[in-house]
T-cell receptor, first 115, second 111 residues
Framework: EAGVAQSPRYKIIEKRQSVAFWCNPI?????LYWYQQILGQGPKLLIQ????????DSQLPKDRFSAERLKGVDSTLKIQPAKLEDSAVYLC?????????????FGPGTRLTVT | GQNIDQPTEMTATEGAIVQINCTYQ??????LFWYQQHAGEAPTFLSY????GLEEKGRFSSFLSRSKGYSYLLLKELQMKDSASYLC????????????FGTGTKLQVIP
C-alpha cells in the first residue's frame, strides 16, 4: 500500500511570509496528525483530526497556524505569517481505527527554513 | 501534563546488546510506544506496550512497568544500521489516542 505523502519536501521562506504544506494519508486511515519536529527534539503534536473533525489542537499556535482536512482525506497546514522559530520539519502521520489505531505511519516530512 | 525522560545519547559496539531506558509521568496512561528515526527520515513504529512485561520482536524487545512509570527498549546483536534516534512516546486516553513523544535517544553503533 502507498505510504503517507507530503509536499513539498523542502521550503525556504522569509519571515512574515506564508507557507502551506499538504498531506495525503494512507487510504482508509481515519486519524491524521500534524507534528512539528525541531532539530534535536521529538515530534510535537500540533493538531489531530479524526475523519474531518479536530480532536486536539491544544498546541497549535492559532494566531498563525491553521489546518484543515477536507472530506476526511487530504489535509493542509498553513503558517501565516512565519517566524524564525517555525524552522523545523513538519511531519504528517496517519493511523487506522481500532484494532491497530495506536500505530502511526509517518510521511517523509517537509523541512521548513525561515530566514 | 506529561513528562518523558530518556538519555540524550548512547554509544554501543556492533554485535553487542544495548538497553535504552525511558521514564514517564502521565495521567490517563494508554500505552507506551517506541519509534525509530534515522537521521533525516521520518519515525517508524517499533513497539507498543500497554500491559506490564516484555514484548519481543526479533532483535528488539520492549519492557513496561506501569507502577514504576518505566520502560526500556532492548536491542540485541547490534548492527551498524541500528544507528538512529529512538523515541519513547506515551499515549493517553480521553476518547482518542493522543501520543506525546520524548526528545529521543541518539544511538551510535561503532565497529
Amino acid at each position: 500500500e502507498a505510504g503517507v505523502a507530503q509536499s513539498p519536501r523542502y521550503k525556504i521562506i522569509e519571515k512574515r511570509q506564508s507557507v502551506a504544506f499538504w498531506c495525503n494519508p494512507i487510504s482508509g486511515h481515519a486519524t491524521l496528525y500534524w507534528y512539528q519536529q525541531i532539530l534535536g527534539q521529538g515530534p510535537k503534536l500540533l493538531i489531530q483530526f479524526q475523519n474531518n473533525g479536530v480532536v486536539d489542537d491544544s498546541q497549535l499556535p492559532k494566531d498563525r497556524f491553521s489546518a484543515e482536512r477536507l472530506k476526511g482525506v487530504d489535509s493542509t497546514l498553513k503558517i501565516q505569517p512565519a517566524k524564525l522559530e517555525d524552522s523545523a520539519v513538519y511531519l504528517c502521520a496517519s493511523s487506522p481505527l481500532s484494532p491497530r489505531g495506536y500505530e502511526q505511519y509517518f510521511g517523509p516530512g517537509t523541512r521548513l527554513t525561515v530566514t | 501534563g506529561q513528562n518523558i525522560d530518556q538519555p540524550t545519547e548512547m554509544t554501543a559496539t556492533e554485535g553487542a546488546i544495548v538497553q535504552i531506558n525511558c521514564t514517564y509521568q502521565t495521567s490517563g496512561f494508554n500505552g507506551l510506544f517506541w519509534y525509530q528515526q534515522h537521521a533525516g527520515e521520518a519515525p517508524t513504529f517499533l513497539s507498543y506496550n500497554v500491559l506490564d512485561g516484555l514484548e519481543e520482536k526479533g532483535r528488539f524487545s520492549s519492557f513496561l512497568s506501569r507502577s514504576k512509570g518505566y520502560s526500556y527498549l532492548l536491542l540485541k546483536e547490534l548492527q551498524m544500521k541500528d544507528s538512529a534516534s529512538y523515541l519513547c512516546a506515551v499515549g493517553n486516553s480521553g476518547g482518542y489516542q493522543k501520543v506525546t513523544f520524548g526528545t529521543g535517544t541518539k544511538l551510535q553503533v561503532i565497529p
